[in-house]
C-alpha cells in the first residue's frame, strides 16, 4: 500500500482492514466536481494573498482543471483504496505537479475542505429536486384545470364526508408541494455560507482572504465561527428534514392513488407503461410505483434519523462520525429525486374516471350537510336542522333510499318546512357549486385558487 498523505508520524502502514473501514471514497468521489472547484477558490486566494508563489498558484489552476477533465473523461478512474475524493485529488496533483502540487493545502484542512464540498454539491441536488417539485406542480395544475367539474366525495375518517371536485383535491397537493419548495429554498440559503478558512478548527496563522473565495465560490457570507465552520451539518439535516416533509406529501399523494386504483374505487387508472402485473394472477394491474414511493418515505426518514443521531452527542469540532452525514443525506436526495422523476409521468398520464367518482358521491349522503343548511336557510337553528336530517338519513337507509330519492312526504312528515326545492338544493352539482367560499371546490373559487398559485409559483421562480 503507498504511503498515507499523513504518514509522517506513524511507524507502521495501516491495517488494511482500517483503511477500508475508515475510506469513504466510494460514497464522496461523487463530490469531485465540487472538490475541485473549491480547491481551485483556494488556490486562486493563496496565490493572491501572497501565502504561495502566483505562478504556483497558477499551476495548481490548471492542474486541478486537468484532473477535473480527466475525471469526466473517463481517463481518470478513482482509485478505491484512497482514503477519500480530497486525498484522491490531492495525490494525483502531486503525482503531475511534484513539489507545487504539495502547496495546495496550506492553510486548510479535510475538515474545511469537506465542509465546503457537501455545501457545494448539495447546493445543486436542491436545485435539481426543486426543478421536479415544480414539474410535479405544473402536472397537477394541468390535472386540475381538466377536472374543474369532475364531482368526487371529499372524506374525513376515510368515510364519504361532502362532495368536492376531483381539481379541489389535487390541488391541495399543490398547495403542499408548494411549501416544500419553500423548505427547500430556506435550506439552501443557510446551506450557503462559506467555511473554507476554518482550517482544522482554529482557523490559521497565514493571511487569508476568506470573502474572496466566498466570492469566487458564490457564497452568501463568511461562516462567522471557525469551529462552528467544520461541525456544523445542520444544513444536512434541514435539507433531510425537507426531502422528509416532501417524501411524506408524496407518499399521501401515492396512497391515495393506490386507493383510487382498487376496484372499490376505481377512481383513475394507470397508464399501462406505469403499472406492473402480477406473476401468477393474470388479471393484476398492480400500483407499484406508488407503493415504493409509500415504501422509500420511511428510508428517507431513516436519513434524517441517521444525521440527526450521529450529530446529537458529538464534542465540537470534527469527529469521523461525520463522514456518515453523506451516505445519509445522498441517499435522501437521491432516492427523492428517483421518486419526483417517476411519479411526475405517471401522474400526466394517469386517466381519470369521472363517471365513478361521481357514482361515488351520489352515495353516502355526503349532501347531507347542504340538506341541513336548506333548512337554516328557511330560518330553522342549525342544530334542529341537524337532528332533522339525522332522522331522514336514518329513514334513507332503512329504505335503502338516497336524499335525493325519498319522497317530499317523508321529508315533510319529519319537518313541514321541506318542500319541492329540496332536490335542487341537495343536487350534487349545486352542493359543489355553492361551496364557493374562498379555497372552496367550487369551479369558480378553485380558478381563483388556481391563479394565486401559479401567482405564488412565479414568485417562488
Ligand atoms: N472523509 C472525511 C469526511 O468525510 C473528510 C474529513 C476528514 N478529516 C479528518 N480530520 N479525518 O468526513
Known sequence: MADMIWAGRFTKQIDERVND????????????????????AHATMLGSCGIIDKG???????????????????????????????????????????ATGKRLHTSRSRNDQVAVDIRLCLRDEVKEIRAYVKELIGTIITLAEGNLTTVMPGYTHLQRAQPITFAH??????????????RLDDAAKRMNVNPLGSCALAGTT????RQMTTDLLGFGEVMGNSLDGVSDRDFCIELA?????????????????????????????????????SSIMPQKKNPDVTELIRGKTGRVYGDLNTLLTMMKGLP????????????????????????????IPMLAT??????????????????????????VKKGMPFRDAYKA??????????????????????YKAVCDIFDNDVFDAISLDTCVMQRNSEGGPAPDAVKKQLAALKGKLDALG
Open 316 to 343: 465540537l469540532a470534527y469527529n469521523k462520525d461525520m463522514q456518515e452525514d453523506k451516505e445519509a443525506i445522498f441517499d435522501a436526495v437521491d432516492t427523492v429525486k428517483l421518486c419526483l422523476k417517476t411519479f
Open 350 to 375: 394517469m386517466r381519470v374516471i369521472p363517471q365513478n367518482m361521481r357514482a361515488a358521491a351520489a352515495r353516502g349522503f355526503i349532501n347531507a350537510t347542504d340538506c341541513a343548511d336548506y333548512l
Open 241 to 277: 428534514s425537507a426531502i422528509s416533509i416532501l417524501m411524506m406529501h408524496l407518499s399521501r399523494f401515492s396512497e391515495e392513488i393506490i386507493l383510487w386504483c382498487s376496484w372499490e374505487f376505481k377512481f383513475v387508472e394507470l397508464d399501462d407503461a406505469y403499472a406492473t402485473g
Open 21 to 40: 473501514f475508515n475510506s469513504s471514497i466510494k460514497f464522496d468521489s461523487r463530490m469531485y466536481k465540487s472538490d475541485i472547484e473549491g480547491s481551485i
Open 206 to 209: 497565514y493571511p487569508i482572504d
Open 169 to 182: 383535491h389535487v390541488l391541495a397537493y399543490a398547495q403542499m408541494l408548494a411549501r416544500d419548495i419553500g
Open 389 to 410: 336530517t339525522g332522522t331522514l338519513v336514518h329513514i334513507c337507509i332503512e329504505k335503502g333510499l338516497t336524499l335525493e330519492t325519498l319522497p317530499l312526504d317523508e
Open 56 to 98: 504556483e498558484s497558477e499551476k495548481i489552476i490548471e492542474g486541478l482543471k486537468g484532473i477535473l477533465a480527466d475525471i469526466e473523461n473517463g481517463s481518470l478512474p478513482f482509485d478505491p483504496a484512497a482514503e477519500d475524493i480530497h486525498m484522491f485529488v490531492e495525490s494525483e496533483l502531486t503525482k503531475r505537479l511534484g
